[in-house]
């Protein structure tokens, strides 16, 4: 597997969409069964394990998207939690 350079086009994308996606969380438009969040979640953790295992020198923005991206992942899980007791 090729390893991919990741641009700060990349990193600010990543944590735009980690951003929305913990916005997502907290609105109450999820459907029963949460499909969106669900997806949502999925593809959080891939991103996160694409940056894992990218190359560590990108001037600490690759490290600072891991940390937002870990960041976003628990947003939706609590988001999921607490859609599912409400």
């Not at 907290?26 to 999925?42: G, Y």
């Amino acid at each position: 597997m090729q390893d991919r350079t990741f641009t700060r086009r990349d990193m600010a994308l990543l944590a735009t969409t980690a951003a929305a996606v913990a916005a997502a969380a907290a609105t109450p438009a999820a459907a029963a069964e949460q499909p969106r969040m669900t997806e949502a979640l999925k593809h959080l953790n891939d991103a996160l394990d694409e940056l894992r295992r990218g190359s560590p020198d990108k001037g600490g923005f690759r490290d600072r998207a891991i940390t937002d991206l870990e960041k976003a992942i628990r947003d939706v899980e609590d988001g999921i939690r607490y859609f599912d007791t409400h």
